[in-house]
């Protein structure tokens, strides 16, 4: 799924448009209460997110509320250079989850990165949607109400990353490359399928792990 995402990856990682900041700062608790959520309008008319009150005049608050559901849509990037993420965003919904199913938790979220960049609203051409870019009979499968909902997306994601690590043994490579490329690929070929896109798809999940697990040692996630 590198390919329909990359723009959005590259927008959210690479580039910032001059005088548009877009901070998703989502500090959502690990529990099944989610804390508030407060959403203020920037003096550049940007938006932030965050799960406390900022003591900023220059700051509007224009929403508040105790989950994510109906914030989406202000703070939805239509235009992928004006949408900047917060990688550490989501880490607590990304702990909760990946420990709670026994996944290693630098690989979820070195999925997330390649996936959508840390964008819980990245949609691709082929309709796979949110964080972990879920297609439509995945998130079926795992139950998923609102695609869009970190807390669901990240859940169903996890679920499917952990039938894909129990199908090849605990591989991580072909469980990644089965992420991208779907299993019936990878098995048809043995191994990782002779995609460019899936190779380098697999390149760069394990880079990102690798960095993920650095941070983690150091306290970082």
């Not at 994510?68 to 702990?95: E, M």
């Not at 909760?96 to 964008?119: D, P, W, Y």
């Amino acid at each position: 799924m590198e390919t329909r995402t990359e723009n959005v990856r590259a927008a959210g990682l690479g580039r910032s448009a001059a005088g548009i900041l877009l901070v998703l700062a989502l500090g959502l608790s690990a529990s099944s209460a989610q804390a508030a959520l407060f959403v203020y309008q920037m003096p550049d008319g940007s938006r932030i997110a965050t799960d406390h009150l900022l003591r900023n005049k220059n700051y509007r608050l224009i929403r508040s509320g105790q989950t994510v559901s109906g914030v989406g849509i202000l703070l939805a990037a239509r235009t992928p250079q004006f949408f900047r993420a917060n990688p550490k965003a989501y880490d607590r919904l990304i702990v909760h989850s990946a420990r709670r199913q026994k996944v290693n938790v630098a690989l979820v979220k070195a999925i997330i990165h390649a996936e959508s960049g840390f964008n819980p609203y990245a949609t691709s051409d082929k309709g796979a949607c949110g964080l972990m870019q879920l297609m439509p009979d995945t998130a079926e499968k795992y139950g998923v109400i609102n695609v869009y909902d970190p807390k669901q997306n990240i859940r169903a994601g996890v679920l499917h990353l952990k039938h894909l690590l129990h199908k090849f043994r605990n591989n991580v490579r072909l469980a990644v490359a089965a992420y991208n490329a779907g299993e019936q690929a990878v098995e048809k070929y043995r191994g990782i399928p002779p995609y460019d896109e899936t190779r380098h798809y697999v390149q760069r999940v394990l880079r990102y792990k690798r960095q993920y697990t650095r941070v983690a040692e150091d306290g970082g996630l």
